[in-house]
């Protein structure tokens, strides 16, 4: 992701929800790896670039525990003022995900990133991004990723975006994470344009 947060500021704060690019108001991709993890529901979460997604909302009113991070507080101040305070459940983080993460970050059960890794294009911003999740996911944890497929576009919100497959998010994750699903899936973005990303679901092996 951009280092300068004064991108994704702008953003945020000059543009509706609705009409950024990314906006999705149909979460059920998510939601199909999402019930393939036992007691899902009861998990903690960690959401890396959550921007205003309203799969936080539906994870709320499931009950779960979140811990919403972003480089952009104007996005983390929209959710809150859109939440009107209903967010005991939620920690805050306003952080450039690819740099480390102070330790006081309590170790979460399941990590969904929604088309952020993709921003990240510097190979030690991968690294880090990375260092991250595998610092703070638990034994036993799950990770679910949904990004720009290699056949994607490659720019989103005026900047350039790394391409994935599958194989190149296992091979960065590492032998102690096992495949667990994956699948294609073409997202029409708020302008009728097809957006071709990967979902995969990721297990981390007990230790």
């Known amino acids: 992701m951009n280092s300068n947060s004064k991108h994704w500021d702008d953003i945020f704060s000059k543009t509706e929800d609705e009409k950024m690019g990314w906006y999705e108001k149909d979460t059920s ?88 890794l993709h921003f990240l294009t510097k190979e030690e911003d991968i690294k880090g991004y990375f260092d991250n999740l595998k610092s703070l996911l638990k034994s036993g944890g799950h990770a679910i990723f949904a990004e720009f497929s290699i056949t994607g576009a490659t720019k989103c919100a005026g900047l350039t975006v790394h391409r994935y497959s599958v194989d190149e998010l296992v091979q960065n994750l590492g032998q102690s994470f096992k495949l667990v699903s994956d699948f294609e899936y073409t997202y029409i973005n708020p302008f009728g344009v097809q957006r071709p990303y990967i979902y995969a679901l990721l297990k981390r092996e007990q230790y």
């Open 29 to 116: 991709q998510t939601f199909n790896l999402l019930q393939k993890i036992p007691d899902w529901e009861k998990a903690t979460v960690f959401i890396p670039g959550a921007g205003t997604s309203i799969l936080i909302d539906e994870l709320l009113s499931k009950g779960l525990k979140l811990i919403l991070n972003d480089i952009s507080s104007e996005a983390l101040n929209k959710v809150k003022n859109r939440l009107q305070g209903q967010y005991e459940k939620i920690d805050w983080l306003c952080h450039d995900i690819a740099q480390p993460i102070k330790e006081s970050i309590p170790k979460v059960d399941i990590w969904i990133d929604r088309a952020v």
